[in-house]
């Protein structure tokens, strides 16, 4: 009888762990997800953001040196 109780209690124990292990894992993700949605999405953004705008002035300032120098050829300069 002793033993049973023994080994019942072992298997409540290995339960319980299971479930702390699951909840733990369960935790990870919903921290993960919340990591990526205020952290990296937003970052990203950013980035994109800020590369999309250093791309559009590149260009303006390639487009209005060609400019000018058509300008000057027109000029004859």
Not at 44 to 72: P, R, S
């Amino acid at each position: 009888m002793h033993q049973r109780i023994k080994d019942e209690q072992y298997k409540v124990k290995v339960i319980e762990r299971h479930q702390e292990v699951a909840i733990a894992e369960h935790e990870i993700h919903r921290k993960e997800f919340e990591l990526d949605a205020e952290v990296k999405k937003p970052a990203e953004a950013e980035k994109f953001k800020l590369e999309t705008l250093a791309e559009a002035e590149k260009l303006k300032v390639i487009m209005e040196a060609e400019a000018e120098a058509e300008a000057l050829a027109i000029k004859g300069f």
